[in-house]
């Protein structure tokens, strides 16, 4: 298994575009998490998955994000109309119900 | 909601000195608790966990204790080496989802 692959590693965007970041769970994952963290500051949940569902979704995500995960395994998330304030790693994690979660390398997105 | 507060960083050791991290949560109900690593560029790795009171987690010689009286995780290593040099996160569970502290950046010089 070549765990949590995330892609790109790093996007630079204008302001105003939009951008799509993907991850691939390690294989049977069920639960599928994505992480917004910025510098000096620990990771912040953004939403997650359980198979295909999205169980949950942060109160702090703007309505410009929205994540998918179809057919329950790789999940995309997308920002409309990057902000500068969007600049941050987002970060995939999976896990196959409460044990343990394994973490992407992350995507670095800087928005110019 | 629950959180995680970590003492503030960076903290820098020299080799084999001893290190502590204070860890300390809030939470409603009994959460598991986790210290995560992050090494430069790379992702955020398991260290250890404990899933109920005063367990001890432990791993690669660092050690934690879930102390539900004082509402603390604490991270502890005897001896650190350079290569430990990294940034440390404290975690907890809430519904299925993890809460980070803000991390700790660890410089270990030889």
């Known amino acids: 298994d070549t765990g949590v692959s995330q892609n790109p590693r790093h996007k630079i965007t204008k302001r105003g575009q939009n951008v799509t970041f993907r991850c691939d769970p390690i294989?049977?994952?069920?639960?599928l998490y994505w992480y917004r963290q910025t510098l000096g500051q620990g990771p912040e949940f953004l939403t997650y998955?359980?198979?295909?569902?999205?169980?949950?979704k942060s109160r702090l995500l703007s309505d410009r994000f929205s994540a998918e995960r179809p057919k329950g395994s790789f999940s995309t998330l997308e920002i409309q109309r990057t902000e500068q304030g969007d600049s941050a790693m987002y970060l995939c994690?999976?896990?196959?119900?409460?044990?343990?979660?394994?973490f992407g390398q992350g995507t670095r997105l800087t928005v110019v | 909601g629950d959180s995680v507060t970590q003492m503030e960083g960076p903290v820098t050791l020299s080799e084999e000195a001893f290190l502590t991290i204070n860890c300390t949560y809030t939470?409603?109900?009994?959460?598991?608790l986790f210290w995560y690593v992050q090494y430069p560029g790379e992702g955020l790795q398991l260290l250890l966990k404990?899933?109920?009171?005063?367990d001890k987690g432990s791993n690669k010689g660092f050690e934690a204790t879930y102390r539900k009286e004082t509402t603390s995780f604490h991270l502890e290593k005897g001896s650190v080496q350079v290569s430990d040099s990294a940034v440390y996160f404290c975690?907890?569970?809430?519904?299925?989802?993890?809460?980070f502290g803000t991390g700790t950046l660890l410089a270990v010089q030889p």
């Open positions: 998955f359980q198979n295909e569902a999205q169980l949950e």
């Open positions: 994690a999976s896990r196959v119900l409460e044990a343990e979660a394994f």
């Open positions: 939470a409603t109900g009994y959460p598991s």
């Open positions: 294989s049977e994952h069920n639960r």
């Open positions: 404990a899933t109920k009171a005063d």
């Open positions: 975690a907890l569970t809430e519904a299925n989802k993890l809460i």
